[in-house]
């Protein structure tokens, strides 16, 4: 039998929830990622047009090919006629070049290098073709779990069945985060100057750099198609947001609108301690054992992220399937405790067994006996003496 019960877990002194984010983007994704909780979602399943945002599809199969030894950092690569040939935002190469990699990286994500996206996809291509690059992204993307993104080149330039979502752009971007630490400060960077070929193209295009406001990458985007859109991370504190926004309808939309969302993630949201690790949350009813209860509690603290202007009470629900039957060992899962905070998704935790309870001896069993029997003939409930 299921048993639900309610808990009180934390009271606090105002009584209205955050106001939800009103976008004008044509999709978004927002998440907390230190507590891994979605604070928006809008057509965030959609496939788009993703422009520029898809090179970082691009980088993380490099930087993957980097850390697996099959390419260096110091290695020169060689610009070919399909590479030079992009337009757009470009390095400038030429088929004269053979370039670092390291140069190419900063070329992708600061200065958004169309041409630099060629190269690196042409040298790792199975094929040694950029057709041949991106069939090789899609089928990684769907490994990393990016159920909505189909890649025809290598740096988002306008082609039929090119597409992602910007849940998948999300989830791209946090890999890049977690995978790769080592790489994710040269999101950062506001500028560089490739040997003085481009003077006007030589700043990041990322808006949030330097408002200081925590905001260290990722990559914006912007074709006639898709619209504007960037792919943010900002981190305040111990916590990091990253944000997806597509469609915007001018670069200054963009700009505002990025620096709200930072400003309403963290402003709105706080990570609360709700539950202590080993305090019983409740107790369960034990079968056939020496006791007759056992305290559920939390293996570790529970920490979620709320409404800064929250309910003035947030109700839980503890789930088990009970009685529990004798023996219990004392860290057994027992069953959990869901949370389901105002306008966010529930939280379910494990709950444990606060202590080890035995099978019940003879006289256990005799008694349990006797008060099913009397249940039965009666339909009362035995009472102890």
């Known amino acids: ?173 946090q890999h890049i985060i977690n995978d790769f630490p080592e790489f994710y400060p040269l999101f950062g960077e506001t500028q560089f100057d490739f040997d003085g070929r481009a003077p006007a193209n030589v700043n990041n295009r990322n808006p949030l750099l330097k408002l200081n406001i925590g905001a260290d990458g990722l990559k914006t985007g912007h074709t006639q198609e898709a619209g504007y859109g960037l792919v943010g991370s900002a981190k305040q504190g111990d916590r990091r947001v990253l944000f997806v926004i597509s469609g915007l309808a001018t670069e200054t939309e963009r700009a505002e609108e990025a620096a709200a969302i930072v400003n309403w993630s963290f402003r709105q949201f706080a990570e609360k301690t709700v539950a202590r690790a080993g305090q019983p949350v409740t107790t369960a009813e034990v079968w056939m054992g020496r006791e007759q209860s056992v305290g559920l509690v939390l293996r570790e603290d529970l920490k979620i992220l709320l409404p800064t202007l929250t309910a003035d009470k947030l109700d839980a629900e503890v789930v088990y399937r009970g009685p529990v039957s004798a023996p219990v060992k004392e860290g057994q899962e027992l069953g959990s405790l869901v949370i389901r905070p105002d306008g966010l998704p529930e939280v379910s935790m494990p709950l444990v067994a606060d202590r080890s309870v035995p099978a019940g001896g003879f006289s256990v069993r005799l008694r349990t006996a006797a008060t099913l029997l009397l249940e039965r003939v009666t339909g009362g409930t035995a009472e102890e003496s």
């Open 1 to 173: 039998m299921i048993q639900r019960l309610a808990v009180l877990l934390l009271t606090v002194v105002t009584a209205h929830q955050a106001a939800a984010f009103e976008t004008k983007a044509r999709a978004a994704y927002i998440v907390d990622i230190t507590t891994g909780t979605v604070l928006l979602e809008k057509n965030d399943r959609e496939p788009l047009p993703p422009a520029s945002m898809s090179k970082l599809m691009t980088l993380y199969v490099a930087f993957e090919a980097i850390r697996e030894g099959r390419l260096t950092l110091d290695e020169k690569l060689p610009v070919s006629e399909h590479a030079m040939s992009y337009g757009g935002s470009t390095m400038f190469l030429n088929t004269q070049d053979k370039v670092r990699v390291e140069d190419l990286l900063r070329g992708i994500i600061v200065l958004s290098g169309n041409d630099a996206c060629a190269v690196i996809a042409e040298a790792l291509s199975p094929d040694g073709t950029e057709a041949g690059f991106a069939r090789y992204m899609t089928k990684r993307a769907e490994a990393l779990g990016m159920e909505n993104s189909t890649f025809m080149n290598s740096n988002g330039w306008p082609q039929a069945g090119h597409m992602m979502s910007v849940r998948d752009l999300g989830i791209l971007a």
